[in-house]
């Protein structure tokens, strides 16, 4: 089996994250390339990955960053060097330390990705909203490959609450009577079920599995199947809006020839 041309790394918090991530960054693409629109040809194209070769899991957990990068002379280039120091003159903002080992980790792998995607939950901290860690190590340093933002906030399942549209009435009772008991549309105001405790009223994770009734494949049809203009719209305040832009930006000129690095 030939390797893929391109390779993309991701860096996330589970499994989860990693396909709400890249299922919504493979629609972009295909929309954008006209001839990516077979899943069989961008299967064959392009790679999700971490820092090692695994089918079971193609993402790097930003909690195993620490560790891998302590260890990482066991396989990179003799090691992968350090760097330390303030961003242009401003403290490290939250996420941009472990932000700059994971990219240094990645820039160090003997086949260097064509970019890699990082991607967190806000989870409601004000401070981390803006992504301003992950654009510090970003802006800061020339990477030999684009790095893309993802922040949802407050949680991936924002993004996947954005795509729902009542299937059947079942689907739709369940619907109104969640409008109900949060006294909000959980669809377009994802991003105000921040609630920290699990199970609270507000908790966006317990008002997901209500409506998808914890079944993967419903999610899937939720970021797979809802146009991709009403994703959008839906997401202008729980960061989908923004990162489909990223992908957008640095991810489809990759694969329309425009670049391959900076």
Same mark, same amino acid.
């Given at each position: 089996?030939?390797?893929?041309?391109?390779?993309?790394?991701?860096?996330? /918090?589970?499994?989860?994250?990693?396909?709400?991530?890249? $299922?919504?960054?493979?629609?972009?693409?295909? $929309?954008?390339?006209?001839?990516?629109?077979d899943p069989v040809v961008l299967d064959s194209v392009r790679r999700w990955r971490g820092l090692e070769d695994r089918a079971d899991e193609p993402f790097l957990k930003w909690a195993h960053v620490k560790d891998a990068f302590k260890?990482?002379?066991?396989?990179?280039?003799?090691?992968?060097?350090?760097?330390?120091?303030?961003?242009?003159?401003?403290?490290?903002?939250?996420?941009?330390?472990?932000?700059? *080992?994971?990219?240094?980790?990645?820039?160090?792998?003997?086949?260097?990705?064509?970019?890699?995607?990082?991607?967190?939950?806000?989870?409601?901290? %004000?401070?981390?909203?803006?992504?301003?860690?992950?654009?510090?190590?970003?802006?800061?340093? +020339?990477?030999?490959?684009?790095?893309?933002?993802?922040?949802?906030?407050?949680?991936?399942?924002?993004?996947?609450?954005?795509?729902?549209?009542?299937?059947?009435?079942?689907?739709?009772?369940?619907?109104?009577?969640?409008?109900? +008991?949060?006294?909000?549309? %959980?669809?377009?105001?994802?991003?105000?079920?921040?609630?920290? /405790?699990?199970?609270?009223?507000?908790?966006?994770?317990?008002?997901?599995? @209500?409506?998808?009734? $914890?079944?993967? @494949?419903?999610? +899937?049809?939720?970021?797979?199947?809802? %146009?991709?203009?009403?994703? /959008?719209?839906?997401?202008? *305040?729980?960061?989908?809006?923004?990162?489909?832009? /990223?992908?957008?930006?640095?991810?489809? %000129?990759?694969?329309?020839?425009?670049?391959?690095?900076?």
């Amino acid at each position: 089996m030939s390797e893929p041309s391109f390779e993309f790394g991701v860096v996330c /918090e589970a499994l989860a994250d990693q396909r709400t991530a890249c $299922e919504l960054a493979d629609r972009t693409l295909r $929309e954008a390339v006209e001839w990516l629109d077979d899943p069989v040809v961008l299967d064959s194209v392009r790679r999700w990955r971490g820092l090692e070769d695994r089918a079971d899991e193609p993402f790097l957990k930003w909690a195993h960053v620490k560790d891998a990068f302590k260890s990482s002379s066991s396989f990179a280039h003799g090691g992968v060097r350090s760097i330390f120091g303030p961003f242009n003159g401003e403290a490290a903002q939250p996420d941009a330390l472990s932000a700059r *080992k994971a990219l240094l980790l990645f820039a160090a792998l003997r086949r260097c990705p064509d970019a890699v995607l990082l991607v967190r939950d806000s989870d409601a901290d %004000p401070d981390r909203i803006a992504a301003q860690g992950l654009k510090q190590v970003r802006e800061k340093y +020339r990477w030999p490959f684009k790095v893309v933002i993802g922040m949802a906030h407050p949680k991936r399942e924002a993004w996947v609450l954005a795509g729902f549209v009542p299937r059947n009435a079942g689907e739709e009772s369940r619907l109104q009577e969640l409008r109900a +008991r949060l006294s909000l549309d %959980p669809i377009t105001a994802s991003h105000e079920l921040a609630a920290s /405790e699990h199970g609270a009223k507000k908790d966006i994770k317990r008002a997901l599995d @209500e409506l998808t009734q $914890e079944d993967w @494949e419903r999610e +899937r049809q939720c970021l797979e199947e809802t %146009p991709l203009a009403v994703l /959008e719209q839906r997401g202008q *305040k729980n960061g989908l809006a923004e990162f489909l832009k /990223e992908v957008r930006e640095r991810l489809v %000129p990759l694969l329309n020839g425009a670049g391959r690095a900076g």
